[in-house]
């Protein structure tokens, strides 16, 4: 009897520790998840412009988004709106992306940012629906902005 104890005593514990192993995966892989699932979703945006990647940028287009490329406004589709960053970061290569100012709440959020491209330093309005989940940016302003360059 005292065998069938211990058994079920080390079966009982290496449960839990299977337990313990999943929810700390869990724990873990939460914090992995891309950050459309409640982190600041400023953060791979940003990411995405200071590196002049308009296809990864282009993840967080709505189908449809109003942009304004120095003052030039158009509504356009998630396609249409790719190419235009494409041809924006070709023009002006960006150097230095920064965040100065976010606000909001769900479901709508912006930020303002500084960007250095192509010698030149331009102020990024952006416009994101937080919610319903996925986040997507429905708004993106660039226009030339005064100040030295970085």
């Known amino acids: 009897m005292h065998l069938r104890i211990k058994n079920i005593h080390t079966s009982l514990i290496s449960a839990a520790a299977v337990i313990c192993i999943a929810a700390g995966f869990t724990a873990v892989s939460s914090f992995s998840l891309p950050q459309r699932e409640g982190g600041d979703v400023f953060v791979p945006i940003s990411k995405y412009i ?11 287009f709505a189908n449809n988004l109003e942009m304004e490329i120095l003052g030039n406004p158009t509504d356009c589709s998630k396609v249409q709106a790719t190419q235009i960053m494409k041809n ?4 002006y290569t ?6 100065l100012h976010k606000s909001g709440n769900p479901p709508m959020k912006y930020a303002i940012g500084n960007l250095t491209a192509g010698g030149e330093n331009f102020r990024v309005i952006l416009l994101v629906r937080t919610q319903p989940s996925p986040a997507q940016i429905l708004q993106i302003r660039v226009e030339r902005s005064a100040g030295a360059v970085n």
């Open 88 to 91: 924006f970061f070709a023009e």
């Open 94 to 99: 960006p150097k230095h992306f920064t965040i």
């Open 50 to 60: 200071q590196k002049g990647d308009a296809e990864k940028l282009s993840a967080w």
